[in-house]
T-cell receptor
């Protein structure tokens, strides 16, 4: 059974701080990893994808991947209240389906 | 920005009734998906579809579910005899290439805004 685990939160951070979101996955054969943002009642929106060990930066977002530890993280710098949402970690195995975690709810307070 | 559109946005149906959820994928996309999300739970894969046939399905996608591409633009999910536990948000998605080659191509999967299904 392929699993993706996330802390459900909420993770509360003050505006301007760095938010750190974590995800672990069970299958070492995983190739591709994604972070989606989901506002309440809305569809998932892709923020970042990462395929190789190390860091990948895109604006205020940095994804980190450590395949040996089966660990993916997302850092959000200079957090804004508009970043308040649920962040979904998703893992793609060698198939046509994404396996999602339950998501971490992030609250950024002014 | 191209988008995946879904109708209806919300449907209430009685238990045992048939429901059809409709989706218009992005026009040049070839791979189509349905996912669902029960309130407060994770997004779950249901089925992927390519070249007019199912390429993969989950254990959730049992005989009461079916998918179809009736014409060149629509992609539908039919639930034959709805149960209370089918109440969820159903997301249609599409991609130009299959998910499994995302990492090599920079391809991405686009989700529609979802259809809320409430079974009473």
């Amino acid at each position: 059974q392929k699993e993706v685990e996330q802390n459900s939160g909420p993770l509360s951070v003050p505006e301007g701080a760095i938010a750190s979101l974590n995800c672990t996955y069970s299958d070492r054969g995983s190739q591709s990893f994604f972070w989606y943002r989901q506002y309440s009642g809305k569809s998932p929106e892709l923020i970042m994808s990462i395929y190789s060990n190390g860091d990948k930066e895109d604006g205020r977002f940095t994804a980190q991947l450590n395949k040996a530890s089966q660990y993916v993280s997302l850092l959000i710098r200079d957090s804004q209240p508009s970043d308040s949402a649920t962040y979904l970690c998703a893992v793609l195995y060698n198939t046509d389906k994404l396996i999602f975690g339950t998501g971490t709810r992030l609250q950024v307070f002014p | 920005e191209p988008e995946v559109t879904q109708t209806p946005s919300h449907q209430v149906t009685q238990m045992g009734q048939e429901v059809i959820l409709r989706c218009v994928p992005i026009s040049n996309h070839l791979y189509f998906y349905w996912y669902r999300q029960i309130l407060g739970q994770k997004v779950e894969f249901l089925v992927s579809f390519y070249n007019n046939e199912i390429s993969e399905k989950s254990e959730i996608f049992d005989d009461q579910f079916s998918v179809e591409r009736p014409d060149g633009s629509n992609f539908t999910l039919k639930i034959r005899s709805t149960k209370l536990e089918d109440s969820a948000m159903y997301f249609c998605a599409s991609s130009e290439l299959p998910d499994r080659v995302l990492f090599s191509s920079g391809n991405t999967i686009y989700f529609g805004e979802g259809s809320w299904l409430t079974v009473v």
